[in-house]
């Protein structure tokens, strides 16, 4: 089975480190629970489910982020580069805890006017602190009912999929039941997709689109940050051929090593035909 990237983007404070943890089952990245972050720069790691199946997750700096100061180009670029197969789900991490703003629902806004209208075939809405819901005997239905309008809307873009996350939770039964939620809804995107991750799709709209604005100030040359992403699409491309030469080479000399004994093999049988005629002689 082939595997599965995710990148995590959202508000600095949401829980995206922590959730990216849950998911990996392991603390991979560092979290800590304060508005500041502690995230500076993408980042990828792996496991490997019980099915075989490899899963990679990204965890981004507060990426789309109306307070974070970096540089949303290189950042979109790494992520790229860092997806080896392509992302195949973008998942939007929110905190109940919280009260969902305007100001949030600008991450979409920011999604949208980057890649289109596309990017919500891949959008999976994470909402964190799960346990605040719990005590207050609330399901994340009744948290969606009481919402603003803003938030129904988003929810109405990537067609009202959600998952809820308690990332402080020492029930590892509890874990496991929301992160194969969250897998379920992965493996529909990519069905519905065909199988084809979304940074293809991003870095084709990308190329084709004229932007306007990027990070709320108004954008003439754009040509550094098509340039950015050219260099990790690329990448990709390079890796992938990487890949499948290194691949080819291995098929190759395993074909080599497997027609050298079968010539050895052969070459004893016939010494021991040999043999056998000379003593029957």
Do not use: W
Request: glycine share 8%.
């Amino acid at each position: 089975m082939g595997g599965i990237t995710m990148v995590l983007v959202g508000k600095i404070g949401n829980g995206k480190s922590a959730t990216a943890n849950s998911i990996l089952g392991r603390r991979a990245f560092k979290s800590k629970a304060r508005s500041g972050g502690v995230t500076i720069k993408s980042e990828i790691q792996s496991t490997i489910l019980k099915d075989g199946r490899i899963v990679n997750v990204i965890d981004s700096p507060g990426l789309f982020d109306p307070n974070a100061t970096l540089d949303t180009g290189k950042e979109i670029a790494r992520c790229m580069a860092l997806a080896k197969d392509g992302i195949h789900a973008v998942l939007v991490v929110l905190s109940v805890a919280n009260r969902f703003t305007e100001q949030e629902a600008g991450v979409i806004k920011r999604l949208q006017s980057l890649f289109g209208e596309k990017i919500a075939r891949y959008m999976i809405l994470v909402f964190t602190n799960g346990d605040a819901l719990a005590n207050d005997d609330e399901t994340l239905e009744d948290y969606v009912d009481h919402s603003p309008d803003c938030l129904k809307e988003l929810l109405e873009f990537c067609n009202h999929r959600m998952v809820l996350f308690d990332n402080i939770t020492k029930d590892e039964g509890k874990r496991v039941e929301q992160v194969q939620l969250l897998l379920d809804l992965v493996d529909v995107i990519t069905a519905e997709n065909g199988g084809r991750p979304c940074s293809d799709e991003i870095f084709d709209e990308l190329k084709k689109k004229e932007f306007e604005s990027v990070e709320g100030h108004s954008v003439h040359d754009t040509s550094a940050f098509t340039e950015q992403l050219d260099k990790s699409h690329a990448g990709q491309l390079q890796l992938r051929t990487e890949m499948v030469e290194k691949k080819t080479t291995e098929n190759l000399e395993r074909q080599l090593a497997s027609e050298q004994n079968a010539g050895m093999e052969a070459e004893k049988h016939a010494q021991a035909e040999q043999m056998r005629l000379k003593r029957t002689k």
